[in-house]
């Protein structure tokens, strides 16, 4: 009783890293404007780091941001390089 039309999730194979590693440039909704917790944070970020950024960045581009003012601050999660704690 599969409906062929039925829209799915996922992947019919495995995705290394479970495409945690992809580059924002190849992100299918890259393009598409940064959403609000990415408007947020980056906000956040960027007044820590005496920054002022465009308010109409796409996902990859406020993504790209995120990356780069996190290392700068040391407010990486996760894994890291040691900094912090």
């Known amino acids: ?5 039925q829209e ?3 992947s019919p194979t495995p995705e290394p890293d479970a ?3 992809r580059d924002p440039e190849d992100w299918v909704t890259g393009d598409e ?9 980056l906000d ?3 007044r820590e780091a005496g920054e002022e950024l465009p308010a109409d ?7 790209k941001h995120i990356d780069r003012l996190q290392q700068r601050s ?5 894994e890291g390089n040691g900094s912090g704690s």
């Not at 009783?1 to 039309?5: A, K, R």
């Not at 404007?33 to 944070?41: G, V």
């Open 1 to 5: 009783m599969s409906d062929s039309n």
């Open 8 to 10: 799915t999730l996922g």
């Open 19 to 21: 495409g945690l590693n």
């Open 33 to 41: 404007p940064m959403t609000a917790a990415q408007r947020s944070y």
């Open 44 to 46: 956040t970020l960027a």
């Open 57 to 63: 960045l796409s996902k990859a581009e406020a993504s």
């Open 74 to 78: 040391g407010r990486v999660s996760g």
